[in-house]
């Protein structure tokens, strides 16, 4: 009872940052991406593959959240695209404030598109509202289709699922089907996509899908 209204307590005052952030991002006119998935699913490398992609299309920003190290926003700026390194020094997840800090460092009003690549993790990121637009997370088929209906929230959370490292597909088990279909159980309206960063399949619909969700936040659809 006592852990449970502390866990209250911590929910509602990241819920005021939360908004804090979204009030600034409206005012900026940014669309802001939540990507989250497991540790080692691919997040980095889709998102260097995608500052490649987008850099005519649009400006794009990225904020990484990591325990430690600033090997991922190493690899991402390597790509010509503003990155912030968040180190959460522990922490499992990233929250409104870790990320409300980080946009000090970032001026969100010369970007088009921010995606934060929240902390390796498929349980609490998903519990933390940021202020984003939407949550995405990324599943890769070496983790096993059952983790939907293990790990739920990510699912009923997220707007877009990526079936990611595809090209893996022909030496796993791994039954797409059935995880779209117990994720879409969970959340009937998920997209989903299916993508290697490696061959480059399901790129182009993804980049197609950020213009398209940048485009219709900004018309306020
Ligand atoms: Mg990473
Ligand atoms: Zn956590």
């Given amino acids: 009872m006592i852990e449970l209204t502390i866990e209250r307590g911590l929910l509602d005052d990241n819920d005021r940052a939360a908004q804090v952030n979204r009030d600034r991002f409206r005012k900026a006119g940014v669309y802001v991406l939540n990507l989250m998935s497991g540790p080692g699913a691919g997040k980095t490398t889709l998102l260097e593959q995608t500052a490649q992609r987008l850099r005519d299309r649009l400006r794009m920003g990225v904020i990484v959240g990591d325990i430690q190290t600033s090997r991922d926003a190493d690899r991402i700026g390597r790509h010509g ?5 968040i180190n959460t020094g522990g922490g499992c997840h ?3 404030r870790m990320l409300e800090a980080a946009l000090d460092a970032m001026d969100p009003a010369s970007l088009d598109l921010l995606i934060v690549e929240n ?3 498929l349980v609490c990121p998903a519990e933390f509202d940021l202020g984003e637009h939407d949550k995405a997370m990324v599943l890769s088929v070496t983790e096993g289709a059952d983790k939907p209906a293990k790990y739920p929230l990510m699912f009923c959370q997220s707007r877009l699922m990526i079936l990611g490292k595809v090209d893996l597909l022909p030496y796993l088990d791994f039954d797409c089907d059935a995880a779209i279909a117990d994720a879409r159980a969970l959340n009937p309206g998920l997209e989903v996509l299916r993508l ?3 061959t480059g399949e399901g790129l182009e619909a993804w980049t197609d899908w950020l213009v398209g969700r940048w485009r219709a936040v900004r018309e306020g659809r």
Wanted: aromatic share 0%; glycine share 8%; charged share 15%.
């Fill in 119 to 121: 902390v390796g993790n």
């Fill in 196 to 198: 290697s960063s490696k």
């Fill in 94 to 96: 990233l929250d409104a």
């Fill in 81 to 85: 695209v503003p990155v912030h390194q």
